[in-house]
């Protein structure tokens, strides 16, 4: 079964840049998607197809595609992104869709 | 506006049975694909199953098939997921999540908590 693999946690001060990888196999043959989960809530889309933002989502996020590894990409990171983000892809050969392990994102 | 609200869980011992449910509203029914998502306690985020939206298409993840059933009735506009043989490991918050044109899930509803002990 396809696996993506997210490191644990990511931490940034306000102000910074975070950016949460997210690696697969040839991930950047796949369209790739990104939530973001606050404590108690259920997940939000923040990225589709890759690069794609819901109407609501600020510009700062955004994302990016290539090879064996995707990234979320949070600029001007403040206190509110505080949350965990999870990567998300079709596994087509199977017909499964597969969420990776998530990343807690701690702002400083 | 996009609405879905979960219902059904509860407490069941092991090898029981449950069955749960997602009101769907705010969108055409017969149009998407549904998905069931579970997350067990302090854990990330794993796909249970999909239905099309015809519901003539269903496909489960390989730690629950043959085990659940995923199901929708458009005359009620509403989502079910059949339980049987529960395990401990089943123990989790059950979101429902409406798939979009896409292979993304552009809303999901707000959980159902399963928890299987004895």
């Known amino acids: 079964s396809y696996v993506l693999t997210q490191p644990p946690s990511v931490s940034v001060a306000p102000g910074q840049t975070a950016r949460i990888t997210c690696g697969g196999n040839n991930i950047g043959s796949k369209s790739v998607h990104w939530y973001q989960q606050k404590p108690g809530q259920a997940p939000v889309l923040v990225v589709y197809?890759?690069?794609d933002r819901p109407s609501g989502i600020p510009e700062r996020f955004s994302g990016s595609n290539s090879g064996n590894t995707a990234t979320l990409t949070i600029t001007r990171v403040e206190d509110g992104d505080e949350a965990d983000y999870y990567c998300h892809v079709w596994e087509s050969s199977s017909d499964h869709w597969v969420f990776g392990g998530g990343t807690k994102l701690t702002v400083l | 506006q996009v609405q879905l609200v979960e219902s059904g869980g509860g407490v069941v011992q092991p090898g029981g049975s449950l069955r749960l449910s997602c009101a769907a509203s705010?969108?055409?029914?017969?149009?998407?694909?549904l998905h069931w998502v579970r997350q067990a306690p302090g854990k990330g985020l794993e796909w249970v199953a999909f239905?099309?939206?015809?519901?003539?298409?269903?496909y489960y993840a390989d730690s629950v098939k043959g085990r659940f059933t995923i199901s929708r009735d458009s005359s009620k506009n509403t989502l079910y997921l059949q339980m049987n043989s529960l395990r401990g490991e089943d123990t989790a918050l059950y979101y429902c999540?409406?798939?979009?044109?896409?292979?993304?899930?552009?809303?999901w509803g707000q959980g159902t908590l399963v928890t299987v002990s004895s």
């Open positions: 999540a409406k798939q979009a044109n896409g292979d993304y899930f552009d809303y």
């Open positions: 197809d890759d690069s």
């Open positions: 705010g969108f055409t029914f017969t149009t998407y694909g």
């Open positions: 239905i099309r939206y015809d519901g003539n298409k269903r």
